[in-house]
């Protein structure tokens, strides 16, 4: 099963409420030229799902530069976070974030 998409506004919503965490897969690299202040990071390329922050019933959102990669991976991302109340990935990416007229670190 694929994971699903969230827009910017929602998860910014579900943020701010605490419903939700947010993760960025990104390398270092990318991180270290921008990130969104409220996201944990756990790069794909050494991902270890015992490095997550607590996550159970919470909805646990996934993003990356545009969306590709947390959609490819999407099934094994679920799969690692089965005891969240739900799992997303930020559709579009942190460039959907900025599109969306949110800050950016």
């Given amino acids: 099963m694929g994971i699903k998409d969230?827009?910017?506004?929602?998860?910014?919503?579900?943020?701010?409420?605490?419903?939700?965490?947010?993760?960025d897969v990104r390398e270092a690299g990318e991180r270290a030229v921008e990130r969104i202040s409220d996201a944990h990071h756990l790069p794909l390329s050494a991902f270890n799902p015992d490095a997550l922050p607590s996550h159970d019933?919470?909805?646990?959102?996934?993003?990356?530069a545009s969306?590709?990669?947390?959609?490819?991976?999407?099934?094994?991302?679920?799969?690692?976070?089965?005891?969240?109340?739900?799992?997303y990935h930020l559709a579009g990416g942190i460039g959907a974030w900025k599109m969306a007229g949110f800050a950016t670190e």
């Fill in 57 to 64: 019933d919470k909805i646990v959102v996934y993003h990356c």
């Fill in 6 to 23: 969230i827009d910017p506004t929602t998860l910014k919503d579900w943020i701010a409420e605490g419903k939700a965490i947010l993760v």
């Fill in 67 to 87: 969306g590709g990669r947390t959609r490819m991976y999407g099934p094994q991302l679920r799969e690692v976070t089965a005891s969240a109340a739900d799992v």
